[in-house]
C-alpha cells in the first residue's frame, strides 16, 4: 500500500504540473455551452474535476482526511463553500433572485478554483517538486510572452470571450489600436497574471546564481513590456505595488528607488498606457476633455436618457469581417451628447461610468436586499468589476467573512516562512504575501477571483507556498 501510494502521489503531482502549463496556455476554447450564459464548460475544468476526484480518493487511502478536517485553513475554506451552499439553496427558495442551474454551476465555479489550494498543498511533497512546478510556471510565462508579441506583431490568432459571439471559439485578429490578450482571452487576465508573475520573478531573481539571474532580468523585463501592451492601468499599478512590497517583505529596500525610476520612466514614454492613466486623470477625476454636443433638440433630449455602454466598435476581426477600432487620439463614432470625442478618453470614461453607475450600484443593492446570505451566485450578472461588491451583493456578510477569513489564514502560513533558512523558500513566501497584496488590488476594479485562468493560477501557486510551509516543517 505504501508503495502505491507514492507512485499515486507522483501521478496527482504530474497532473498538477500539467495543469500549471495547461489552464494558462489553453485558449478559451468551449467544450459544452450553458444555457443562459456564454460562460462555457471547458476541457481544464474536466482536467481539474479528475485532479480533485483523485486527490480526494488519495486522501481517503492514505487516512489524512481527518488530517484535513482538522487544519484549520482547511476549516475556514469548508465554512467559506457551506455560507456559498446556504446563500445558494436561499436564493432559490426564498428571495429568488436566480435561476438554478446558473446559480450552481456558478457556486461550482468557485469550488473549482479554490479546492486548488489545498490539494496542491497536499500533492507537492519534496522541494524538488517545488522547484520543478516554478520552472514550468516561469516556462509558461515565457510562453504566453511570446504569443502575445506574436498577436501584436505577427497577427497570430486571438481567442477571446469579450462578447457572447467571441465566446464561441471564434479565431480573431488583434486590429490597429487593440490590446494583446494572448491565451488569456481577455487583456485584463493577461496583465492580473503578468501583475502576479513579475511579483514572483522579482524575489527569485536575489535566490538564483548569475546565468539565471540574467534569464529572469529578461523575463521579468519581457514580461512587462507584455504587461504595458495590455495598457491596464490598474494591473501595471497592482504589479508595481506587489514588488514594492516582495521587495520589503525580502529586505531589499535598496531597490525600491530602482522600480519608482523604471515606473516613472515607463509613464512618461508615450503608449496607450500612459495615454490611459492621463485620461484617468483629466476625463475621471478632473471633468476635462472635449465632450460631443448633440447638434438637435432631439439628440440633447436622448442623450439625457442614454445610459452609457461599452463601445459598439470592437478592437477584433474575424476572417470573414474586419472592424477596426480608431487609433488613439482619432475621433470617436457611435457616442452620445455629452461623452468624449477623442477614443482613448471615451473608453476610460465609459469603462469608470460603467462601473460607477450600472454594476456597482446592482451589487449594493442586492446586498441591501439580503446583507447577511446576499442573492446568491450569478444573481448579479456577469461582471461587478469589483470582488468585494460582488461578494457582498451574492454571499452576503457572512460569506465575505468567510472568504476575508480563508485570506488571512493564508496569509499568516505564508508569514511563518518569512524565517525559513532556504533562501528560495523565504523569497519565494515575500512574493506569495505581495502576491496576494496585488492580486486583491486588482479585485477593485476587475472580477479576478471569477476569472478562470487567473483565479485557478493564484490558488496554485499560494498552494505551491503551502506545500513549501509543509517541507520546511519537515525538514526541522
Request: glycine letters at 6%; charged letters at 15%; a positive charge.
Amino acid at each position: 500500500m505504501f508503495s502505491f501510494l507514492f507512485y499515486y502521489q507522483k501521478a496527482l503531482f504530474f497532473l498538477t504540473l500539467f495543469l500549471f502549463a495547461f489552464i494558462p496556455l489553453y485558449p478559451k476554447f468551449p467544450l459544452t455551452n450553458v444555457v443562459g450564459t456564454f460562460v462555457a464548460i471547458r476541457v481544464e475544468d474536466l482536467l481539474i474535476a479528475l485532479l480533485a476526484g483523485g486527490w480526494g480518493i488519495y486522501l481517503a487511502l492514505s487516512n489524512q482526511l481527518k488530517v484535513f478536517v482538522n487544519d484549520r485553513l482547511n476549516q475556514v475554506l469548508l465554512l467559506f463553500f457551506f455560507i456559498g451552499l446556504v446563500s445558494l439553496i436561499s436564493a432559490i427558495f426564498l428571495t429568488q433572485t436566480v435561476s438554478p442551474h446558473l446559480a450552481i454551476l456558478h457556486f461550482l465555479r468557485r469550488v473549482e478554483y479554490m479546492i486548488l489550494l489545498p490539494i496542491v498543498a497536499t500533492v507537492i511533497k519534496t522541494k524538488r517538486e517545488f522547484i520543478l512546478s516554478l520552472i514550468v510556471l516561469f516556462c509558461v510565462v515565457l510562453a504566453v510572452d511570446i504569443y502575445a508579441l506574436g498577436q501584436q506583431y505577427l497577427d497570430w490568432s486571438v481567442i477571446s470571450t469579450s462578447n457572447s459571439e467571441f465566446a464561441k471559439g471564434l479565431s480573431l485578429r488583434l486590429t490597429p489600436g487593440a490590446r494583446v490578450n494572448s491565451t488569456f482571452a481577455g487583456h485584463y487576465d493577461l496583465a492580473t497574471f503578468l501583475a502576479m508573475t513579475l511579483v514572483i520573478l522579482t524575489t527569485v531573481f536575489f535566490t538564483v546564481k548569475k546565468w539565471y539571474k540574467l534569464a529572469l532580468i529578461f523575463l521579468g523585463g519581457l514580461s512587462l513590456f507584455v504587461l504595458i501592451m495590455t495598457a491596464a492601468r490598474l494591473s501595471f499599478v497592482a504589479a508595481f505595488v506587489g514588488i514594492i512590497f516582495a521587495l520589503i517583505f525580502s529586505k531589499k529596500k535598496k531597490y525600491l528607488l530602482l522600480i519608482f525610476i523604471a515606473g516613472a520612466l515607463i509613464l512618461i514614454y508615450p503608449s496607450q498606457l500612459r495615454d490611459r492613466f492621463i485620461s484617468t486623470v483629466t476625463i475621471n477625476l478632473l471633468n476635462m476633455g472635449q465632450r460631443y454636443e448633440g447638434k438637435t433638440e432631439d439628440q440633447q433630449v436622448r442623450s439625457r436618457l442614454n445610459i452609457p455602454t461599452l463601445a459598439i466598435k470592437t478592437s477584433s476581426r474575424s476572417a470573414d469581417t474586419s472592424i477596426f477600432v480608431s487609433p488613439s487620439g482619432g475621433e470617436a463614432s457611435d457616442i452620445t451628447p455629452g461623452e468624449p470625442i477623442d477614443t482613448t478618453q471615451l473608453g476610460v470614461y465609459r469603462s469608470f461610468q460603467i462601473r460607477l453607475n450600472i454594476e456597482w450600484p446592482r451589487a449594493i443593492r442586492a446586498f441591501i436586499k439580503n446583507p447577511f446570505l446576499g442573492t446568491g451566485y450569478s444573481s448579479i450578472d456577469i461582471a461587478t468589476d469589483n470582488d468585494i461588491l460582488r461578494s457582498l451583493g451574492e454571499v452576503g456578510i457572512l460569506g465575505t467573512y468567510a472568504l476575508v477569513l480563508v485570506f488571512v489564514e493564508v496569509a499568516k502560513r505564508v508569514k511563518y516562512c518569512f524565517g525559513d533558512e532556504s533562501k528560495l523558500i523565504k523569497y519565494f513566501s515575500a512574493a506569495s504575501l505581495a502576491m496576494i497584496i496585488a492580486f486583491l488590488l486588482n479585485g477593485l476594479f476587475i472580477d479576478v477571483l471569477e476569472a478562470s485562468k487567473v483565479a485557478t493560477l493564484f490558488w496554485m501557486i499560494l498552494g505551491l507556498n503551502l506545500a513549501v510551509l509543509k517541507i520546511a516543517k519537515e525538514a526541522r
